[in-house]
């Protein structure tokens, strides 16, 4: 288990390494757990949190950890929007792009938001 930990990590620092949030263009960082997804907008220049959202802000409705994300993804785009905020650029921490990181993506895109 710990060698998966450490492919994600090396597979995040390798991303982290190409990916820089400015205040116009900020990055989408995507951080999920077995229970719980988190999205937030960072302006690295400054070192800020723009816009965070988590999957317990969402309405009740979703019944599925997919259906969830892509609640998630398209309430940061409102968010986001709502700042003036139109494009970003897109880090999914190490997370293969599929399942629950895709939908988060798709619900941000759905929202208003380009990457």
Do not use: C, W
């Amino acid at each position: 288990m710990q060698i998966k930990k450490d492919n994600q990590l090396r597979r995040r620092r390798r991303i982290r390494a190409k990916v820089f949030g400015t205040h116009e263009r900020p990055r989408l960082s995507v951080f999920r757990s077995d229970k719980h997804i988190l999205a937030q907008l960072i302006d690295d220049e400054s070192g800020k949190t723009l816009v965070a959202v988590t999957d317990k802000q969402v309405a009740k409705t979703a019944k599925t950890k997919k259906e969830k994300s892509f609640l998630v993804g398209k309430l940061l785009a409102e968010k986001a929007v709502a700042k003036k905020i139109k494009q970003a650029v897109f880090d999914r921490g190490g997370y293969i792009y599929h399942g629950r990181v895709k939908e988060l993506a798709e619900g941000a895109r759905q929202g208003g938001l380009e990457f």
